[in-house]
């Protein structure tokens, strides 16, 4: 289900590929597709997940994050090569290559953590709204539900204008946490270990590890990322098609590089603000309050902002990305008002259940971690692939370097459930 651009956006690029265009404004054509993915790197789930790491272990699991953004970067690079490669996204390919039994299976896991990752962008906009507005959290909901179906509407008048918005989104969410960064005071030594220094405190630093790698590589984001490049540009031939593909190598180092560095502003802020004297902060809520007497309401106030944009720009990124899988594994069409719908009502169910929110949403990125390797593998065989991929497989060192990403998570979540049913991890504090 490719997004289509306008037919003079269309030719503009083929012009520059063409070597007709120069200069940063003709490669300003080619950002989008790595813009919108990277919403999905700075959505609520992270917000909630920086926040207790930082809160609850400092500095210490800042290396989680970076490692996470760096594994990020090269599976969205991976993606958008299959998507500008075969014309297809991974979702369609993997309907058309794996056996019936099994695609059921990946389609089935990818649809629980698109729910999960759609539970994370509602809460987190409502919450933002509730705090912002003094509003029922239902009230919330209903309000970034109704803006979010707002901002669907825009790709009635092309692909173009949708990118700018979510392009505007990712923008105002990196300048609220700039302003944090020289609001909060950072203690740059301890970042800078906490960086290079890879350490696992203890059982509950595992959980919030395996919750940011869930929350920064997300599965819905893989799906998206090949869907968004497919037949975005005229290709007459392969000198088009690889300068397009350096076009859109530069462009995810860049924008998931902002959204690497958002993260990484996330933790650092609540560990100069809460980790010393307020560890016990670990919901998004607390945070903001206890925001207000230790750096100001002006400090509270961007927080709040970042995360509303954040929830909306995000929940309208799994709409595109959930209709996208839908599409690809069962060449289903679903009308973007119903599948909005269906994936609204989890969120509004732990709303009236009365769960705690934070916790939903860490759990929700524990979920996209474990769903994470069905699209990490799928995409990892097919990069491989001659017959899929003809001359542009990727070269075995990568190969390589991706299996042992994906292998890396598969640990994590193992020893997860390993702690999760009581056992003893060995190198793990108790």
């Known amino acids: 289900m490719p997004r289509h651009l306008t037919s003079d956006t269309r030719m503009a690029i083929g012009a520059v590929l063409r070597g007709e265009g120069r200069g940063w404004r003709s490669g300003l054509l080619f950002a989008g597709p790595a813009v919108i993915a990277s919403i999905a790197y700075m959505d609520p789930g992270n917000y909630a997940t920086n926040i207790q790491a930082g809160a609850g272990y400092g500095y210490a699991l800042l290396w989680v994050v970076l490692a996470a953004n760096l594994m990020a970067m090269l599976f969205q690079a991976l993606s958008a090569r299959l998507g500008i490669v075969t014309g297809r996204n991974l979702a369609e390919l993997s309907r058309d290559h794996f056996p019936r039994p099994l695609v059921r299976v990946m389609w089935v896991v990818s649809e629980i953590g698109a729910i999960a990752t759609d539970l994370a962008e509602f809460l987190g906009g409502a919450i933002g709204l509730s705090l912002l507005f003094g509003l029922p959290l239902m009230a919330g909901m209903t309000i970034t539900a109704i803006v979010t179906y707002g901002l669907l509407m825009f790709e009635r008048w092309g692909f173009r204008p949708m990118e700018l918005v979510i392009g505007a989104f990712v923008g105002a969410i990196g300048l609220c946490y700039l302003a944090e960064m020289l609001i909060a005071p950072v203690d740059w030594a301890g ?240």
């Open 191 to 430: 970042a800078a270990r906490g960086a290079v220094t890879p350490s696992l405190p203890d059982h509950g630093a595992l959980t919030i590890a395996v919750g940011i790698i869930g929350a920064t590589i997300m599965p819905h984001a893989i799906y998206l990322h090949s869907g968004l490049t497919q037949n975005r540009a005229p290709i007459r031939g392969d000198a088009d098609r690889r300068r397009l593909l350096r076009y859109s190598n530069i462009e995810v180092v860049l924008a998931l590089g902002v959204a690497g560095l958002v993260n990484l502003a996330m933790v650092m802020m609540a560990a100069s603000a809460f980790h010393q004297g307020h560890a016990e902060v670990a919901e998004i809520e607390t945070a903001y309050h206890t925001l207000t007497p230790l750096l100001g309401g002006a400090a509270a106030g961007i927080f709040l902002a970042s995360l509303i944009a954040s929830g909306i720009s995000s929940s309208v990124v799994g709409t595109m990305a959930g209709q996208m899988i839908m599409q690809g594994f069962l060449h289903v069409h679903v009308p973007v008002w119903l599948r909005r719908l269906v994936t609204m009502v989890p969120a509004f169910l732990v709303v009236a259940s009365g769960l705690d929110n934070t916790r939903a949403l860490v759990l929700s990125q524990v979920v996209l971690s474990a769903a994470l390797p069905v699209p990490m593998i799928a995409l990892i065989v097919f990069s491989g692939r001659r017959d899929v991929m003809g001359d542009y497989v990727i070269p075995a060192p990568l190969l390589m370097l991706a299996g042992a990403a994906a292998c890396a998570v598969l640990v994590l979540d193992g020893v997860l459930l390993v702690s999760a049913l009581g056992l003893d991890v060995p190198f793990l504090a108790p």
